[in-house]
């Protein structure tokens, strides 16, 4: 039986005579690891959370996002929004690499699903566009429910020309500097990912969507929104009208 032991981590209970661990160890039932990526993560998350995990074997170091999307075969290509959220299981001495190249081809094929359903007349050009977007709502969204509303306020906004105006790009171009509030100074800084200040999507995602968020932003819903404000539980009120969306502001944000 030499020649059909398998190599891997196996899990030896109480009692186990030799014929039974023989048997295991041929079966190459090997003990899985698990790692849950969460959607709205953005890269520098997911790749702390990859380094930091017991079973995967180190080999990306001090390597920079330019340098991993090389060794992924993807050179030139940005990271962000690239890797699908799941849970994912593996064996111990699974590299880092190998771990990422399989949420890498994940989400191409999510996001070809979701842009071959995609619905006519979008003011999308190409499925990365409609990554970027899903990202934007994923990050807006805390209701599920909300995720094609949403969508349907930033594809009007786009086909009209009006900048989308989003908190989280705003935050994500910050960076580090983002301490947990948003000032009138920061809405004005000229980053490329201030929605505020430039009209039009921003030039790469701002996390890693999930397949709700992918398919809303392909399909958005119909109506006359342009403006949604937060009620502080996660759900949005939208208004058609800039009377109606300074109403609801006064109302739910300034709590007037």
């Not at 190599?7 to 041929?26: C, N, R, S």
């Not at 993560?41 to 930091?52: G, P």
């Not at 989003?166 to 301490?179: H, K, L, Q, R, S």
Request: proline content about 5%; glycine content about 8%; aromatic content about 8%.
């Amino acid at each position: 039986q030499a020649s059909k032991i398998r190599a891997g981590e196996y899990l030896l209970g109480d009692g186990l005579v030799p014929d039974a661990l023989l048997a295991l160890l041929v079966s190459g039932k090997a003990v899985t690891h698990a790692l849950t990526l969460l959607e709205g993560w953005n890269i520098s998350q997911v790749r702390t959370a990859v380094a930091a995990h017991e079973a995967l074997q180190d080999t990306l170091g001090e390597a920079d996002d330019e340098e991993l999307m090389r060794l992924l075969g993807r050179p030139g290509e940005h990271p962000e929004g690239r890797f699908f959220p799941d849970t994912y299981h593996f064996q111990r001495n699974t590299t880092d690499i190998e771990f990422l190249r399989r949420a890498l081809s994940k989400m191409d094929r999510e996001l070809d699903a979701a842009w071959s359903q995609r619905a006519s007349g979008l003011a999308l050009d190409n499925s990365y566009q409609a990554l970027i977007l899903a990202s934007i709502i994923e990050k807006e969204t805390g209701q599920a429910r909300e995720r094609s509303q949403i969508a349907g306020v930033f594809s009007r906004r786009l086909h009209k020309g009006m900048k989308l105006q989003t908190d989280p790009t705003v935050i994500y171009g910050m960076g580090e500097a983002f301490d947990g509030n948003i000032r009138r100074k920061d809405l004005r800084a000229d980053t490329p990912y201030n929605t505020y200040v430039h009209a039009g999507l921003p030039p790469t995602p701002i996390c890693m969507p999930g397949r709700g968020a992918l398919r809303a932003a392909v399909n958005p819903a119909p109506g006359d929104a342009l403006f949604f404000v937060s009620r502080g539980d996660g759900s949005h009120v939208f208004s058609a009208t800039l009377k109606a969306h300074n109403a609801a502001v006064r109302k739910y944000q300034l709590k007037r």
